[in-house]
């Protein structure tokens, strides 16, 4: 296999949306998350009562398509990051190519994912094939998707939902998103805000959210300038999340096929096709920390 991204480079990637589940103060307008957790569908904001609605809506998403560009640090090299994915959330399935340029550096990934299999390609011609019960241990996980494995399960829809939890939302006037007429709002929150606002969310969610906190914490950022465009039926279209880090962070994703689900195609396997043998030996000799199965090959390459 060829040298993979760094464990730092974040996905894309996608399935329900953040809420705050913190109380507003005595004196003070209702924040949108705090109109999201109540379900009340009303405030005394136009703006961050309009956020609420499309949070709201986005969190009973069952599948989505997105597509996410941007910069990130990784290894304190700002790394160029493009991200295409799909994503179902019952039954859970995910497909996601990525492509990270950094320092010269240009590497190529995609991941297909499902109840019953993880697989990974990296830039060569098999893929990797490895079954959920082989990825249950979390070091042989880590191992296995090359540290990548809190990358995959980000969920870029519960990532939009995070202007709900600012205090400042406004309407920052209309504009057209993939051909699609929204409303664009804006806003800004603490890391300390997003992290309080993940309180009575169902544990996966939080560890996510928290994965991704700490991810920003560690890139040196304090607070997170976030941007959410939203059409006419109070879906969301596309977000954007920056921070003023230590180094650039400035990511941008635009979400299109709303609950339109794209059944999941497993790569084929060739018939007849048997692993290289310094593979055969290498997975007799150790199953434990190479439990993966190369299969088929990875075929025509779309460019992302």
């Known amino acids: 296999m060829p040298r993979h991204p760094r464990t730092t480079v974040a996905l894309a990637v996608a399935a329900a949306a953040l809420t705050t589940a913190a109380a507003c103060t005595a004196g003070h307008a209702p924040r949108a998350g705090d109109m999201a957790q109540q379900g009340t569908g009303q405030s005394a904001d136009p703006a961050a009562a309009a956020v609420a609605r499309a949070v709201a809506k986005a969190g009973k998403l069952n599948s989505f398509a997105y597509a996410m560009r941007g910069r990130e640090p990784g290894d304190g090299i700002a790394e160029s990051v493009a991200t295409d994915g799909s994503v179902s959330v019952n039954p859970r399935t995910l497909r996601m190519r990525m492509k990270v340029a950094a320092g010269g550096d240009v590497q190529a990934m995609e991941f297909r994912k499902d109840t019953d299999a993880t697989f990974l390609w990296g830039g060569g011609e098999h893929w990797l094939k490895y079954k959920t019960s082989m990825l249950a241990d979390e070091q042989l996980r880590h191992q296995a998707l090359f540290g990548l494995e809190n990358e995959i399960e980000r969920n870029p829809a519960e990532e939009a939902g995070q202007l709900a939890a600012a205090a400042d939302i406004t309407r920052a006037g209309a504009q057209t998103v993939d051909g699609v007429a929204t409303v664009h709002y804006s806003g800004s929150a603490t890391l300390d805000q997003l992290r309080r606002a993940l309180l009575g969310k169902p544990r996966d969610a939080q560890l996510r959210g928290l994965r991704l906190l700490n991810r920003y914490t560690a890139w040196g950022a304090r607070s997170l300038r976030m941007d959410l465009w939203v059409d006419d039926q109070d879906r969301v279209r596309r977000f954007r999340t920056r921070a003023d880090a230590d180094r650039p962070l400035d990511m941008t994703t635009l979400i299109t096929r709303h609950n339109e689900p794209a059944p999941l195609q497993h790569p084929a396997h060739r018939?007849?096709?048997?692993?290289?043998?310094?593979?055969?030996?290498?997975?007799?000799?150790?199953?434990?920390?190479?439990?993966?199965?190369?299969?088929?090959?990875?075929?025509?390459?779309?460019?992302?």
């Open 271 to 304: 018939a007849g096709h048997r692993p290289h043998r310094s593979h055969r030996r290498r997975t007799r000799q150790n199953p434990q920390t190479d439990p993966g199965q190369l299969i088929g090959t990875a075929g025509p390459r779309t460019p992302i």
